[in-house]
């Protein structure tokens, strides 16, 4: 695709990193939401496909956490290291939208 095109788009900004991450926040907030439906929710058979939801998503979530440490995007142990690197790519994000 034409370099341009990609940066109207905003596809420049969008890698495979920054596509996991997101993925990863988004499934969070998801399981937030199904955690609250489940305890407003009265039926048995509702809550336990709640339950498999949440299960499904946390077993998604660990597949990708395992494919970003894969490719040495997270270190999960070395938080100062993750803290840095966070850091600097949220400079750089702001560079690139300004």
Known sequence: MNPIVESLM????????VIA?????????????LEAAIAAVASAD????LELQIKDIKSFQE??????EQKGWIQP???KELLDRDLKQAAKALKQIT
């Open 77 to 79: 142990r070395l938080t």
């Open 46 to 49: 509702l809550k336990s496909w």
């Open 21 to 33: 991450s997101d993925l990863l926040l988004t499934l969070e907030h998801r399981t937030y939401s």
């Open 63 to 68: 597949t990708i956490k395992h494919y970003q």
């Open 10 to 17: 905003g596809m420049k900004l969008l890698s495979d990193e």
